[in-house]
C-alpha cells in the first residue's frame, strides 16, 4: 500500500461531502433497478427473484466484501445483508472518477433537499442514520415514499412542548368501569349512544379507544385532548397548556376498564424536541421536483430519554425487515442503556414526539413499545451496536456487540426477536463485560468478520484489537496511534474488508516507529493495514501528512471510504481501486484529501551488477510504503571443480555434463576408473511375477551386484474389516510399493442415519410424509417436523443393506406447503473398495494421439482416441507399437486427462473392463 497525496487546499467542506457520499451513496443504492445485475457465485439465494428488504447502517460501510469473494465466504455471510449490499455495489459500480486532479477544484453539488431535527437537535460527530429500503430488486416507484424511510438519533436530551400521557386498552372495557382524567371520571356503557361522560365500550379495544377519546375530547374541562391512535388501541391525551404547566395532570383507570396507562400524571412540558426520529418521503427534490415531493417529511418521532441526561450518542441499527430500531442511551457520566423500539407510523412531530410504552418482550408488545438493557456502568460515546444477521440452525443468532468509555466489550441477546434483551454470560462472555485495552479507555464500534470470527476494534490509547467472538479473548493488538489525547487514539471503528482479509485503522498522531518505519511519535497521521486471518499480521503503513501536532487537541482521522473500482476487484492481480481518507497537509493542519492505492512492488530490475561478491547481498525496500520484500541472487561462472570422490574401475574417460543452476555453457573433462553407478532398463519385458536375477559381464572391472524390481498397477482390494458407523463413503489411498497414481473408491452399507432438510419450504400447515427410494436398502422410514417450514426430519425405522444413500420423497399432499427438500445419510461399515484408477509408468508410455468432440468433463459424449504404446506392462496393456482404440466415455466409465507432451498419458478405466 503507497501513498499519493490528489489535493492540499482548504476543503474541510470537501471532506464533509466525502463522508455524505459515503453515507447516501450506500444508502440510497437501491433507488435503481438492481435486477440485471451482474450475479456471483455463492450469491445468497434470498438476493435473487425475491423482495429483499435492505436496512443499512453505520457497518454496511465498515463491512465489506469486494468482486472476488468466494463461495465459502458467501456461505457463512448469506444471510447477512452487507453482503448483498456490496453485491448490489459491485453490480452499479461506475468508471472511476479521473475528474480529482492535483490541486484541482471540485464543482459545487447541488442540494436536493434539506431538513431540519430540531432547534436543539444534532446528529453526534461520526455517527450515522440507518436507512430501510423496502425492495432492493424493484425500481423504485411512489409507494417507496412511504415504504422507505431513514432514521436519525440524536445527540439531545428529549423534552416535550406539551405535558403527555398515553393509555392502552387489552380488550374491549368493561361497561360499569371507569377512566379518570385529571378528576374527570369516564364510564364505559354498553349503550352506541352514551354521550357525555359515558362512551360506547364496542366489540373490540379498538372501538373503545376511538369512543373514549371522543368523550375526553367533548369535555375539555379535563384539561387535556386526545388522539386514537390506531391501529393500536392507544389512546394520548395532550396537556392544553404549553410547557410546564401541562405537566402532573393525574390519570387512573379501573381494573374492568382493560386500559393501563403509561404514567400516573402527564410529563414532559418544555421546549419540544424529539431525540429518535424517522423521515420519509426522501426521492425528493426541487428544479425538478422529485418523486416523493420537494422535501421529506417526519414518518415517526419519540422521545427515548430513559435517564437524567440521556441523549442517543451512537448509531441506530434496524431490523431485517424494518419494524424495530436498536439504539444506545447515554449521558454524561455513568449510564449506558441500550434500548429496542417497535415503532408505529405517523406518530409523534419533532416539537411534540412520543413517549412510547414500556415493555419486556419487544417480539409481543404492542407498538409503540420499547425495552430497554443497561450496561456497564460507564458512558458510551463512540461505540454504535454491531449487530450480527447470521442464522444458525434455521434461526437468527439476534446478537450484538458493543463497547463502553471504560475498555469494556458487552455480547447481547434477544435483540429484535427476544423474549427476552439480555447480556451474554456464557462462553467467557460477562455481564460486566470483558476488558478490552484496560480502564478509562473509550472503545469505537466493533466490527465482525464472519470468516475469522474476530471482531475488531479500536481504542483511545491509539491500539487496535482483535477479540474472537466465540470465546471473548483478545488474541492480538497492534499500535496504530500513540494514545495521545491530541488525535493519538483510534476514533472511528475499523474498516473490515472480508473478501481479502484485510481491516483498516487510522489515527491523527502515530505511534513511534509504526511498523516498517523508523519514525518519532506524534509526528504524523496514519493508516494502518493487517490481515484478519493472522489476526492483525502483516501490517502495512500509510503516512497522512502531519496529523496533531503542536497545539492541536481536537483533530482526529477518521476511516475514509473506498472507492468504486476497489469494490470492482475481481482477485486478478493488485487491487486498482483506492481508499480515500480526509488528513492534513505535510505541514500543516489544512484539510486534504489522501488517496490510498494498493500496488506493492511487483518486479525489480538490476541495473548494475557490480562485481566481487561471493555471497548474496540483502535487499532492502525505502519509499512512502512498507512490507515489500526480495532476495538477491549472485551470478557467474563455474569455479575450479573439486572432487570429494573419485570412485574406480574406470577404463575410458566419462563425459562431465552440468545442469542447474540457471547459467549454461560450463564444461569440463574427467580423469578415468569408477564403480557401476546405475542400471538403466532398456526393455522391460512382460509377464514376471518375481523380480528375475540381474548379472553382470565384462566392462574391465568387477564386484558389481544389483537386484531387479517389476512393477504393475493395482488390480483390486480386499476389505479386510468393515469398521463401523461411517455415515459417507472414506477416502481410499495407497502408500508404498514404488509406484504412485493408484487411487480406488469405497463403498458403504448399512441403514440410513439421519436426513438433513435441505430446503424447509414454506405454507405447511400439516406435516408431509416422508418415504425412500433407491440406495440398494429397504425398510427405511421416518417423520417430518413442522415449525411453519419443514424443520427437520426424525428417521423412525433405520432399514438395512442400503450401499448408498437412497433419495428422500416428500409427499406434500394435503400439507398446504410446498418446496421442502432432504438428503439422507447413511450409518455403516465398509462394503467394498473398487479401483477406478491406475496410472501407468509414464516414463515409458507415449502418445500420438487425437480426441474427436471433446467437451468438459465429458459427460454423455463418446471420445475418440488413437494411442501407440512403445510398450506398457500392466492389466489390458501388452506388447510393443500397437494401435488401440479408447471410446465409450459415457457416465465416467472411461475418462483420460493429458499431462504434457512429454509425460504420456494418464488413462482412468475399470479394472474388470480394461482398454477396449
Excluded at 83 to 110: C, E, M
Excluded at 562 to 569: I, L, P, R, V
Excluded at 715 to 720: G, L
Excluded at 735 to 755: E, F, K, L, N, R
Aim: one cysteine or more; glycine letters at 14%.
Amino acid at each position: 500500500m503507497r501513498l499519493r497525496k490528489m489535493m492540499s487546499r482548504k476543503f474541510m467542506a470537501g471532506c464533509a461531502v466525502l463522508g455524505g457520499l459515503t453515507l447516501f451513496g450506500t444508502a440510497l443504492f437501491g433507488q435503481g433497478n438492481s435486477g440485471n445485475a451482474p450475479g456471483h457465485d455463492g450469491l445468497p439465494s434470498f438476493a435473487i427473484g425475491n423482495r429483499v428488504p435492505l436496512p443499512v447502517d453505520w457497518s454496511f460501510s465498515h463491512v465489506i466484501y469486494t468482486q472476488n469473494f468466494t463461495p465459502a465466504q458467501a456461505a457463512r455471510m448469506q444471510h447477512d445483508p452487507r453482503l448483498y449490499n456490496s453485491w448490489l455495489l459491485q453490480g452499479h459500480v461506475q468508471t472511476p472518477n479521473s475528474t480529482i486532479k492535483q490541486g484541482g477544484v471540485q464543482k459545487r453539488q447541488h442540494v436536493d433537499w434539506s431538513f431540519s431535527l430540531g432547534t436543539a437537535g444534532g446528529v453526534a460527530p461520526n455517527m450515522f442514520p440507518a436507512k430501510f429500503n423496502f425492495d432492493v430488486n424493484a425500481s423504485v416507484t411512489a409507494a417507496n415514499c412511504t415504504s422507505d424511510f431513514v432514521v436519525y438519533g440524536l445527540n439531545v436530551v428529549a423534552s416535550d412542548a406539551q405535558s403527555t400521557d398515553s393509555g392502552r386498552f387489552s380488550a374491549a372495557a368493561t361497561p360499569g368501569s371507569t377512566i379518570t382524567v385529571n378528576g374527570v371520571v369516564f364510564t364505559a356503557s354498553a349503550d352506541p349512544a352514551a354521550t357525555g361522560t359515558f362512551f360506547y365500550v364496542g366489540n373490540n379495544a379498538n372501538q373503545s379507544a376511538i369512543n373514549f377519546a371522543n368523550a375526553v375530547n367533548n369535555n375539555l374541562s379535563t384539561g387535556v385532548t386526545a388522539i386514537s391512535k390506531l391501529p393500536s388501541p392507544v389512546v394520548q391525551i395532550t396537556a392544553i397548556a404549553t410547557g410546564a404547566a401541562g405537566d402532573g395532570i393525574p390519570v387512573s383507570a379501573s381494573p374492568g376498564s382493560n386500559f393501563t396507562w403509561n404514567s400516573p400524571t402527564t410529563t414532559g412540558g418544555g421546549n419540544g424536541q424529539a431525540n429518535l426520529v424517522a423521515l420519509e418521503n426522501l426521492y425528493s427534490g426541487s428544479n425538478p421536483t422529485g418523486l416523493c415531493g420537494s422535501a421529506p417529511t417526519v414518518k415517526w418521532a419519540y422521545n427515548v430519554t430513559t435517564t437524567t441526561g440521556g441523549k442517543v450518542t451512537t448509531s441506530p441499527v434496524l431490523s431485517l425487515d424494518g419494524t424495530m430500531v436498536a439504539f444506545i442511551e447515554s449521558n454524561d457520566t455513568n449510564v449506558s442503556i441500550l434500548h429496542v423500539l417497535k415503532w408505529m407510523d405517523n406518530d409523534g412531530t419533532l416539537g411534540q414526539p412520543t413517549i412510547p410504552f414500556t415493555a419486556t418482550n419487544i417480539s409481543t408488545c404492542a407498538a409503540p413499545c420499547m425495552v430497554s438493557l443497561p450496561f456497564g456502568s460507564n458512558a458510551d460515546t463512540l461505540s454504535s451496536l454491531y449487530y450480527d444477521y447470521s442464522v444458525a440452525n434455521g434461526i437468527p443468532t439476534d446478537v450484538g456487540y458493543a463497547g463502553n468509555d471504560n475498555g469494556r466489550l458487552f455480547k447481547f441477546t434477544g435483540i429484535f426477536s427476544g423474549p427476552t434483551l439480555a447480556l451474554a454470560t456464557t462462553n467467557g462472555w460477562s455481564a460486566s463485560g470483558v476488558s478490552v485495552g484496560g480502564n478509562n479507555v473509550v472503545l469505537t464500534g466493533p466490527v465482525l468478520d464472519a470468516n475469522t470470527g474476530n471482531l475488531f476494534i479500536g481504542a483511545s490509547n491509539g491500539n487496535l484489537y482483535s477479540v474472537l467472538s466465540t470465546n471473548p479473548t483478545v488474541t492480538n493488538v497492534i499500535a496504530v496511534g500513540n494514545g495521545s489525547p491530541k488525535g493519538g487514539g483510534i476514533v472511528d471503528a475499523p474498516l473490515v474488508d472480508s473478501s481479502s482479509g484485510a481491516v483498516f485503522a487510522s489515527a491523527a498522531s502515530n505511534v513511534a516507529n509504526p511498523p516498517g518505519f523508523t519514525q518519532a511519535a506524534a509526528t504524523k497521521a496514519l493508516v494502518v493495514k493487517a490481515d484478519t486471518t493472522t489476526p492483525l499480521g502483516s501490517p502495512v503503513v500509510a503516512f497522512l501528512g502531519q496529523g496533531s501536532t503542536g497545539s492541536v487537541s481536537n483533530l482526529d482521522i477518521h476511516a475514509g471510504s473506498f472507492d468504486n473500482a476497489y469494490y470492482a476487484w475481481n482477485g486478478v492481480g493488485g487491487n486498482p481501486g483506492h481508499l480515500n481518507v480526509c488528513a492534513t497537509a505535510s505541514g500543516s493542519t489544512i484539510p486534504t484529501l489522501y488517496q490510498i492505492p494498493f500496488n506493492g512492488v511487483t518486479s525489480l530490475n538490476v541495473t548494475s551488477a557490480g562485481s566481487g561478491y561471493t555471497s548474496a547481498p540483502a535487499v532492502s525496500f525505502t519509499g512512502d510504503g512498507s512490507g515489500a520484500a526480495a532476495t538477491a541472487k549472485i551470478v557467474g561462472p563455474v569455479a575450479p571443480l573439486s572432487l570429494p570422490a573419485g570412485g574406480g574401475g574406470y577404463t575410458s574417460p566419462p563425459t562431465v555434463g552440468f545442469s542447474g543452476g540457471a547459467g549454461s555453457g560450463a564444461t569440463a573433462t574427467a580423469g578415468i576408473a569408477g564403480p557401476i553407478a546405475s542400471v538403466n532398463v532398456t526393455a522391460g519385458g512382460s509377464g514376471y511375477t518375481t523380480p528375475p536375477s540381474v548379472g553382470f559381464t565384462g566392462g574391465g572391472g568387477s564386484g558389481a551386484t544389483a537386484t531387479a524390481a517389476i512393477a504393475g498397477p493395482v488390480s483390486s482390494a480386499s476389505v479386510t474389516a468393515g469398521g463401523s458407523a461411517y455415515t459417507s463413503a472414506p477416502t481410499v489411498s495407497f502408500s508404498g510399493g514404488g509406484w504412485s497414481g493408484a487411487t480406488a473408491t469405497a463403498a458403504i452399507a448399512g441403514p440410513v442415519g439421519s436426513v438433513n432438510v435441505t430446503n424447509g419450504g414454506s405454507g405447511y400447515t400439516s406435516a408431509p410424509t416422508v418415504s425412500f427410494s433407491g440406495g440398494g436398502g429397504t425398510g427405511a422410514t421416518a417423520a417430518a417436523n413442522l415449525t411453519g417450514i419443514v424443520q427437520s426430519v426424525s428417521v423412525t425405522s433405520q432399514g438395512s443393506g442400503y450401499s448408498s444413500a437412497p433419495t428422500v420423497l416428500l409427499d406434500n399432499t394435503g400439507t398446504n406447503g410446498t418446496g421442502a427438500t432432504a438428503t439422507a445419510n447413511l450409518t455403516g461399515v465398509v462394503a467394498s473398495v473398487g479401483s477406478d484408477l491406475i496410472l501407468l509408468w509414464w516414463r515409458r508410455v507415449w502418445s500420438d494421439s487425437y480426441c474427436c468432440h471433446c467437451r468438459p468433463r465429458f459427460i454423455h459424449q463418446r471420445e475418440c482416441w488413437r494411442i501407440r504404446l512403445p510398450y506398457a506392462s500392466g492389466r489390458g496393456l501388452h506388447g510393443r507399437r500397437r494401435i488401440w482404440r479408447y471410446s465409450d466415455c459415457d457416465n465416467h466409465r472411461h475418462r483420460y486427462r493429458r499431462r504434457g507432451q512429454s509425460r504420456g498419458l494418464w488413462l482412468h478405466f475399470r479394472p474388470e473392463r480394461g482398454l477396449q
